[in-house]
């Protein structure tokens, strides 16, 4: 394992992700880390960049035991002047920020073998980002540079002794042509960690973790949704305890069109999970009537989900004998767990998103009152996608069997087409906007375009506008559609290109001849932010 402190930039996340692209396991921990503490003893350590200037009264401070393990560190841009500014070297503000591409010339020592290997396989100048506001600017002692910019004389420097690396550019994003070299070289050359961190390989581990968590006549409950997160990890307990888990869907009255009859099916009959489906449609929507305010609708609908789900599994636990059920089964992952543990707290832009905005009704936790379920039946939390990023539940999706369809699925929000039927909320309403997002869904999967986009749907707008059908005036109701494409959810751009407009054109013409109530179609252009992606 590789240890990677998180200084707070805004590429730490990066810097793991691409570190196990090339199957060796890392962790991302909060600089404040004491070593001490560690449930590991790493291989290797990397100093993340970091908004901060070392030389700050309240900027973030290694724990310097890392330095007396014996095993490899490299400072990236704030880490090496972590380092430089700990082991006796200077840091300072630059007279410009620099940012940006950057040539950066390496600079090999014949008599120096081993410091030449963090540029292994490099030659002459490499393209690289920088992002920083401060260098290096004197070297600490026995310090050698093994790469400069016009402007970083030490841009990169190295300990042949002590097996220190520092580097001012950033290897992680992807600016940095040869970044992942670059890490490669550090993790798999200096470090000798092997790559043998695999999804394959995980999920033998994974499973028999959970055997050993659960133990021989535990049981577990979890909910569902037809989403890639909660199918992988239910089909994940369910290759480790078989009928033991019980998968809970509640039909909340505003999922897609035919959504529990196919997640039953796929979950059901065609992998064998014990599921029990929960039509509460006429609870929520009858719950819901009146209600227009957006953040009513997510707590009306997540805290009638918390009731429905609880009453189940109390029912799963007599059938089972009663109190053998112990734990909950919850597809947390990896942002999740960094966001929850960064040494800053969560940051403002996520805690909209997951508090107020509110997170998948799957993701029990996300919810307020679920502790009295967690204390009453007195469940532990199982999470076995708690070590992954999305594009690795994705591929462990793959291995597992699931469908293409499904692992590659848009994401779909807990209060689903509630928050997408603008102003209240009546089954009309539902089945006008189900029907429009169907369609919408077909014919971007028709063309081509479902992959390429990372989320589309149809929302139904709350007024009405005039057309003219045959000979007759209408006045109807007008439906939005929105396609985006993002990486991380947090910004997002609209979908564009003159081919995908031709598309837009036919399935305009498909709805207002298909659904009836609508009259009008129109494309949301805004990008995330000043928008978001969903209307409400
Ligand atoms: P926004 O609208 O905040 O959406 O730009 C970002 C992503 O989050 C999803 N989303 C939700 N997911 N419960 C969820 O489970 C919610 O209340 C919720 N609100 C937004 C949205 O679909 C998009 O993927």
């Known amino acids: 394992t590789v240890l990677i402190l998180d200084f707070g930039s805004q590429y730490s996340h990066l810097i793991t992700r691409r570190i196990r692209e090339f199957g060796v396991y890392c962790e991302l921990l909060p600089c404040t880390q004491k070593i001490a503490d560690l449930h590991f003893i790493p291989k290797g350590v990397i100093l993340s ?193 078989g009928d033991r888990f019980h998968a809970i869907l509640v039909d909340n009255g505003v999922m897609r069109l035919n959504e529990c009859a196919s997640v039953k099916k796929m979950l059901g009959d065609k992998m064998g999970i014990n599921i029990e489906v929960v039509d509460a449609s006429a609870l929520f929507l009858g719950r819901l009537a009146g209600v227009t305010d957006p953040e009513r609708k997510r707590k009306i609908i997540g805290n009638t989900f918390i009731e429905v789900f609880e009453a189940e599994a109390a029912k799963i636990d007599k059938k089972t004998g009663g109190g053998k059920i112990e734990y909950l089964l919850q597809g947390t992952l990896y942002p999740d767990v960094i966001e929850s543990i960064s040494f800053k707290g969560p940051s403002a832009t996520i805690k909209t998103h997951h508090v107020s905005r509110g997170a998948s009704n799957t993701n029990l936790m996300s919810h307020q009152n679920v502790g009295g379920l967690l204390e009453d039946m007195k469940l532990k939390l199982i ?127 498909r709805i207002i001849n298909e659904v009836k109530g609508v009259n009008r179609v129109v494309y949301d252009i805004s990008s995330k932010p000043p928008a978001t992606i969903e209307w409400e």
């Open 383 to 509: 999470e076995p996608l708690r070590e992954l990023f999305k594009d690795e539940v994705r591929a462990l999706g793959t291995l597992l069997g699931l469908d293409d369809e499904l692992v590659w699925r848009h994401p779909f929000p807990g209060p689903g087409i509630a928050i997408r039927v603008l102003g209240e909320v009546t089954p009309s309403q539902v089945e006008i906007a189900r029907l429009a997002d169907h369609i919408y869904i077909e014919e971007i999967k028709r063309a081509g375009y479902y992959r390429q986009i990372s989320q589309a749907y149809a929302a139904l707008l709350p007024v009405k506008a005039v057309g003219v059908m045959g000979d007759a005036r209408t006045y109807e109701q007008v439906i939005a559609l929105r396609a985006v494409e993002t990486k991380d959810f947090m910004t997002a751009d609209v979908f564009a290109s003159a081919e995908w407009f031709l598309t837009l054109k036919k399935i305009s013409s």
């Open 49 to 241: 960049g970091s908004p901060y200037s070392v030389y700050d009264v309240d900027s973030p401070h290694v724990d310097t035991v890392v330095f007396e393990l014996g095993v490899p560190v490299l400072g990236i841009c704030y880490g090496l002047q972590e380092m430089a500014n700990l082991m006796g070297g200077k840091v300072e503000a630059c007279d410009h920020r620099e940012y940006g591409h950057a040539a950066l010339t390496i600079t090999k020592h014949v008599d120096h073998p081993f410091i030449n290997l963090l540029f292994e396989g490099l030659e002459g100048d490499i393209q690289v980002w920088m992002s920083h506001g401060d260098q290096v600017t004197q070297a600490p002692p026995g310090f050698r540079i093994i790469a400069t910019t016009r402007t970083a004389p030490f841009a990169a420097v190295a300990h042949e002794e002590k097996h220190f690396f520092g580097i001012q550019f950033h290897p992680e994003v992807t600016h940095t042509v040869d970044g992942g070299t670059v890490l490669r070289n550090f993790v798999v050359g200096i470090c000798k960690c092997k790559t043998s961190w695999t999804m394959d390989a995980f999920i033998d581990t994974e499973i028999q973790r959970i055997r050993t968590i659960v133990g021989p006549v535990g049981q577990v409950v979890g909910a569902v949704s037809g989403g890639v997160d909660s199918t992988v990890a239910a089909k994940l307990m369910h290759e480790a305890i």
